[in-house]
């Protein structure tokens, strides 16, 4: 089975940068679609970036020219850039990848990565 694995959350000061990073365990599949969610307390889960397999590239207006996501097929791997962070990108964070390969195909989740930005 594919699971997803998060690194790169903390604690980040206003204006400042994190990089979130999610590994895929496995081998012989492809990635289609993947991307970032997030939660923040009292709010719905919602998109943050997302990237298609052919390199187009959806942002949260609120993320617009702060943000970056990309993707490293060989590694299975899937970044997103966070600069110039604010207070209101508190949240916990979520990766998710739909892929399909032998046997396999859907959509993954990462299990949620806690990033909290300080005034």
């Known amino acids: 089975q594919v699971q997803l694995v998060e690194s790169g959350g903390g604690l980040g000061q206003a204006g400042g940068s994190l990089t979130l990073s999610c590994a895929a365990s496995g081998s012989n599949f492809s990635i289609l679609t993947t991307g970032w969610y997030r939660q923040a307390p009292g709010k719905q889960r919602e998109l943050v970036a997302r990237?298609?397999?052919?390199?187009?590239?959806n942002y949260a207006e609120s993320v617009k020219g702060r943000f970056t996501i990309s993707r490293d097929s060989p590694k299975n791997t899937v970044l997103l850039q966070m600069n110039n962070l604010k207070p209101e990108d508190t949240a916990v964070y979520y990766c998710y990848m739909n892929i399909i390969g032998r046997g396999i195909l859907g959509d993954y989740w990462g299990q949620g990565t806690q990033v909290t930005v300080s005034s």
């Open positions: 990237i298609i397999s052919g390199g187009t590239e």
